[in-house]
């Protein structure tokens, strides 16, 4: 496994793959490794020839210098997870080449970034779509993959691709979760011991508002009042419930008459005193058949 350590290294190897006529993937991630984002590896192979994993803890994306500090870096066990998944290389940019003294260009994508997360987290998105621009026009890859879990950056990062006319097919690979039901992610470290039952409280919410919707029950408002109830019961702090369109993130209609992004966002205890971490969840619910017939007529 190659370890490459500037954006120039990472440009000219790219250069030399598509020269060889090879296909790259590129996994964009902050790090602390967890088997989520070495789905994201597997799906990457699959769809091209080398394989290369992207590790910067992006600080453009972070409003809260604590919330910054807090996150996990492991450098060792990350290259270790690299290699034993067959990572060809390993990317590790320093923040003073993709953000440069005097840098003033940001990127935004403007209605995708303001709903959900962008409500609570300002600048959040603009923080990501800077640095995923930056990293595919340093990469120059092919194809680019990320988790649904992210959903909303999902759908941020390919709008912004389809915008900016950046020519690299993003993948969107689903969710990968605990036995219990727990969504994969850097934070759940973070988690006080107590918390973690806590924090199954948003798998619980999406599998009752699935379960209804599928037993029939569409109206907008009566599937969020069943997913907020598992997380009330939990006492965690609820930061978002809410249905909206999977492509526009536009609000859903009062009665769901297509597949509909449900998505959760909550806070549990953190194990550091005083301080929550915030879980997010999402899952597309798709009405029955006999709902969007009567839409249509």
Known sequence: MEVLRSTGAMRARSQELAAAGRRLALVPTMGALHQGHLALVD???????????????????????????AYPRCESADLAACRARGVDIAWLPPAAELYPEGAQTWVEVRELQTPLCGRSRPGHFR????????????????????????????ALVRRMVRDLHMGVSIIGVPTVR?????????????????????????????????????????????????????????????????????????????????PTLLALAAFFPAAAPAQRVRLIDNRILTPAPSARAGRED
């Open 43 to 69: 799906a990457a192979r699959a769809q091209a020839d080398c394989v290369a994993l992207s590790i910067f803890v992006n600080p453009a994306q972070f409003e809260d210098a604590a919330d910054l500090a």
């Open 127 to 154: 923080g990501v779509a800077t640095v995923v621009a930056k990293l595919l026009l340093a990469a120059r890859p092919q194809i680019a993959c990320f988790g649904q879990k992210d959903y909303q950056q999902l």
């Open 178 to 258: 605990e036995a219990s039901g727990l969504a994969l992610s850097s934070r759940n470290a973070l988690l006080a011991k107590c918390a973690r039952p806590q924090a199954l409280s948003l798998s619980r919410a999406l599998g009752a508002a699935e379960r209804a919707c599928a037993r029939g029950e569409h109206g907008r408002e009566a599937l969020l009042h069943i997913a907020r109830g598992p997380i009330a019961a939990a006492g965690a702090a609820l930061d978002y419930a809410e249905l909206r369109c999977p492509e526009s993130l536009a609000p859903a209609p009062p009665v769901l008459c297509a």
